[in-house]
């Protein structure tokens, strides 16, 4: 397995995949000592492999990518004329037919990552459409996130003569069918109604020459890995597979290993900011006293429209059940809630009949909403780079928001993480009639090493184990062996 990591400034690669570039271009290269200078203007890519170690080059424009001239008048049509980090990073592979893994946050453009090198790649070879079959398949955990899939296809592929279906539940099936009908060269779709139609002799997958499985921890979250599996199953041998997942627990690595094969792995790193307009205050509370003082701060009127975050499911449905009990609209949105009442919730949330949302992170990927007034931490995150995701659901668009943080004593390591990776402390609210001051000492006093008490082991903690990273040198190939 080769390996690209993007640390904010560096990407690691294997030449073999950039055999075309000049020799003169590869010596050796040190990381400069500015890397938000580096992301924000250059994106340096250094090539790994055991006889030319660190070569450097910049792909600073779209154009730099190896994309065919109708993709780039598409792109520049929308506007766009500098790749993202996971942009710059996979599209290159991506064209070239390397299995990736990518580990990216959702806004980080990897939508286009894959989409391009596929409308490219599917031009390229050029086969004829099979009744019912599909030349690429997207396979997308929601409705919602098949649609934008959509929505992109059609964009980026507006100059080439292509088809491109989605499907989902929740709809009746026969339009789908029909579109299925002729076959496509894209079917972007979401599990369980493609299998249905699988299962129906409406779709074929034994055409397939590339597939995709994005949000692959959202996948995992909301139950499909087992429906995944089968629809993998049915996908030819050969084949081009591209997974793309935010987080990247234990069970998403042991099933890339399945899937792919001699792959490269892309790992972007969020920025760790926070939204400048964004007023952060961190309560020391007990954990039993954690629901008063949320039904407290919603005795505020300004507080019109807030998410509140919690760490599980479980805690998610408690959570929106007790303000209920108390007058307050809210409702949860997690994986365990069916995608119809995840839609009637985001609906009711938008549309001002619903005053709290209650959410765990991942489920909060489908959230976009402007004018979120305040954003509340019932639980704070164990992976500190999920509290700038947090946050910065408030303050958009010019706008300012707040955030407010609930801190018990079992958290303590937790808001010490976050203040690091911030590089800042969060001011604390003393304001409030359930505040600790045991708790407060126990962060302003840690303990020597900087933590409180909590194992410094990663195990257990949300997928931050080292387990689930791998080696950024290189290693073992690691990908399911196969012909190609």
Not at 215 to 244: H, N, Y
Not at 336 to 344: L, T, V
Request: glycine share 8%; with cysteine.
């Amino acid at each position: 397995m080769g390996v690209c990591t993007l640390l904010g400034n560096t990407a690691i690669c294997t030449k073999r995949h950039f055999p075309s570039l000049p020799f003169f271009l590869f010596r050796r290269w040190r990381a400069p000592t500015d890397p938000l200078a580096l992301v924000r203007y250059y994106l340096p890519i250094s090539g790994f492999s055991e006889r030319y170690p660190y070569f450097p080059f910049y792909l600073k424009h779209f154009s730099d990518l190896g994309l065919i001239e109708p993709l780039n008048r598409a792109v520049k049509a929308e506007g766009y004329t500098t790749p993202t980090p996971v942009q710059a990073a996979a599209i290159p592979l991506a064209i070239r037919g390397v299995d990736l893994l990518g580990v990216a946050q959702t806004g980080t453009g990897k939508t286009a990552a894959f989409t391009l090198p596929i409308l490219q790649r599917l031009d390229e070879s050029n086969r004829r459409l099979t009744p019912h079959a599909t030349r690429s398949l997207i396979l997308t955990p929601t409705r919602e996130l098949a649609i934008q899939i959509g929505v992109s296809m059609e964009t980026y592929g507006r100059y080439l003569n292509q088809r491109h279906t989605v499907i989902f539940g929740g709809v009746g099936q026969q339009p789908q069918v029909s579109k299925m009908r002729r076959g496509v060269d894209t079917l972007i779709a979401t599990p369980g109604r493609l299998l249905d139609l699988m299962n129906q002799g409406f779709v074929r997958l034994d055409q397939v020459e590339i597939f995709v499985l994005d949000e692959a921890d959202r996948m995992l979250d909301m139950g499909f890995i087992r429906d995944v599996r089968k629809i993998v199953s049915k996908l030819p041998s050969r084949r081009q597979t591209l997974l793309f997942s935010a987080t990247m627990p234990q069970a998403i690595v042991s099933f890339a290993e399945d899937i792919l094969y001699e792959y490269e792995r892309i790992e972007i790193k969020p920025e760790a900011t926070t939204a400048e307009r964004v007023g952060q205050r961190v309560m020391f509370v007990e954990k039993a006293n954690k629901q008063r003082l949320l039904n407290q701060l919603f005795d505020d009127p300004a507080m019109d429209r807030a998410i509140v975050f919690t760490r599980t499911k479980h805690g998610a449905n408690r959570v929106a059940k007790y303000l209920g009990q108390n007058g307050i609209e809210a409702d949860a949105i997690h994986g365990n809630k069916s995608q119809s009442a995840r839609q009637r919730a985001l609906e009711g949330f938008r549309d001002g009949n619903v005053r709290v949302l209650v959410a765990t992170d991942i489920a909060s990927r489908g959230i976009d909403v402007d004018d979120v007034s305040h954003v509340i931490n019932f639980d704070l995150p164990n992976e500190p780079e999920s509290y700038v995701h947090r946050i910065g659901r408030t303050a958009r668009a010019g706008a300012e928001g707040m955030a407010y943080s609930f801190c018990d004593a079992d958290e303590i390591d937790y808001l010490l993480d976050i203040e690091k990776i911030i590089s800042q402390k969060v001011e604390v609210d003393l304001n409030h009639a359930f505040h600790d001051d045991r708790i407060a000492l126990m962060h302003a006093t840690p303990r020597k090493g900087g933590k409180s008490g909590r194992s410094s082991s990663n195990q257990g903690r949300g997928g931050r184990s080292n387990s689930g990273g791998g080696n950024s040198g290189g290693g073992n190939s690691g990908g399911r062996r196969r012909r190609r």
